[in-house]
Nanobody, 121 residues
Framework: QVQLVESGGGLVQAGGSLTLSCTAS????????MAWYRQVPGKQRELVAT???????NYADSVKDRFTISRDNAKNTVSLQMNSLKPEDTAVYYC???????????????WGQGTQVTVSS
C-alpha cells in the first residue's frame, strides 16, 4: 500500500510564500507523474501543477510565474514552492502520484490527505 503525506500548509499574508512537500511511502516500485491539486468548498478539485517522471512540467495559468513544482525521485517526494500568494490561492492542496506497487502491478493513482493553505488579504 502506498501512502502520500503532505506537509507545509498554513496561514500566510498576501504576497507571502509557502512550500508544500509530499512524500510517497510504502510499497512502490515506480512513480510516474506527480502533481498538486487544490480544492475550495463547493468547487471541483483543480490541477495546479504536474511534473512527469522525465521532468516535464505544466502549470495552471493561474499559478504560472508564481509557483514552482519539483521532485526528488530518490526520495519519492514532490514539492510546490508558492510565491506571491493571493487570497484566491486559499484552498486545500492535495498531492497525487501515478505509479505501480510492483513492476507487474496495475498503474494506479494515489492521493494525499490534503493540507490547508490560507492566504489572508
Amino acid at each position: 500500500q502506498v501512502q502520500l503525506v503532505e506537509s507545509g500548509g498554513g496561514l500566510v499574508q498576501a504576497g507571502g510564500s509557502l512550500t508544500l512537500s509530499c512524500t510517497a511511502s510504502g510499497t512502490i516500485a515506480r512513480i510516474y507523474a506527480m502533481a498538486w491539486y487544490r480544492q475550495v468548498p463547493g468547487k471541483q478539485r483543480e490541477l495546479v501543477a504536474t511534473v512527469g517522471s522525465g521532468g516535464s512540467i505544466n502549470y495552471a495559468d493561474s499559478v504560472k510565474d508564481r509557483f514552482t513544482i519539483s521532485r526528488d525521485n530518490a526520495k519519492n517526494t514532490v514539492s510546490l514552492q508558492m510565491n506571491s500568494l493571493k487570497p484566491e490561492d486559499t484552498a486545500v492542496y492535495y498531492c497525487r502520484c501515478n505509479g505501480r506497487e510492483t513492476l507487474m502491478s496495475d498503474l494506479r493513482d494515489y492521493w494525499g490527505q490534503g493540507t490547508q493553505v490560507t492566504v489572508s488579504s
